[in-house]
T-cell receptor
Framework: QKEVEQNSGPLSVPEGAIASLNCTYS??????FFWYRQYSGKSPELIMSIYSNGDKEDGRFTAQLNKASQYVSLLIRDSQPSDSATYLC???????????FGAGTTVTVRA | NAGVTQTPKFQVLKTGQSMTLQCAQD?????MYWYRQDPGMGLRLIYYSASEGTTDKGEVPNGYNVSRLNKREFSLRLESAAPSQTSVYFCASSTERLAGTGELFFGEGSRLTVL
């Protein structure tokens, strides 16, 4: 079982809709969770981090964490064509400082 | 403001050839990493260096060696390239041990093809 699992997609949403991305992780002691965005042919960049259960909002992005279910999600509200990218979920265990990445979910926003 | 610089950006090798990927960062970061990215596999850690003078194996170290030349530079060497090493390689840096922030700063990537 991979440490971090994501639906590979592609996820296609119309402009203005909500894109919902899911991620599950296997290491129950993981404490820190991150979302990276990667445009085609480019390098990943950090867009969200979340450390405690609940929701964290940053502009049009909301990260949700449920440690009991070992589940983290990312919502993109009012999706724009510029949000078309691959979104990588990353997890950092509490006893380590290296990130484990999921395979990524590719999102396409249709104009 | 260069950030993380990788060279070369593209390389084609024949099986058995060797090469070194170079990486340099100008952000005064202590920790540096080499990842490979393959379709459907996400980013996998090859080697990392928590601080100058230390290196450790990651998830997929076989077939690779690294050198932390100084605080700025971290190179990745393929001694005898194999087709399975065809991939996009990313160098990244961070504050020491990610300092809990989880923020990696990536280079632009090096696309390697082994024939």
């Amino acid at each position: 079982q991979k440490e971090v699992e994501q639906n590979s997609g592609p996820l296609s949403v119309p402009e203005g809709a909500i894109a919902s991305l899911n991620c599950t992780y296997s290491d129950r002691v993981s404490q820190s969770f991150f979302w990276y965005r990667q445009y085609s042919g480019k390098s990943p960049e950090l867009i969200m981090s979340i450390y405690s259960n609940g929701d964290k909002e940053d502009g049009r992005f909301t990260a949700q964490l449920n440690k009991a279910s070992q589940y983290v999600s990312l919502l993109i509200r009012d999706s724009q064509p510029s949000d078309s990218a691959t979104y990588l979920c990353a997890v950092m265990p509490s006893n380590d400082y290296k990130l484990s990445f999921g395979a990524g979910t590719t999102v396409t926003v249709r104009a | 403001n260069a950030g993380v610089t990788q060279t070369p950006k593209f390389q084609v090798l024949k099986t058995g050839q060797s090469m070194t990927l170079q990486c340099a960062q100008d952000m005064n970061h202590n920790s540096m990493y080499w990842y490979r990215q393959d379709p459907g596999m996400g980013l996998r850690l090859i080697y990392y260096s928590a601080s100058e003078g230390t290196t450790d194996k990651g998830e997929v170290p076989n077939g690779y060696n690294v050198s932390r030349l100084n605080k700025r530079e971290f190179s990745l060497r393929l001694e005898s390239a194999a087709p399975s090493q065809t991939s996009v390689y990313f160098c990244a840096s961070s504050t020491e041990r990610l300092a809990g922030t989880g923020e990696l700063f990536f280079g632009e990537g090096s696309r390697l093809t082994v024939l």
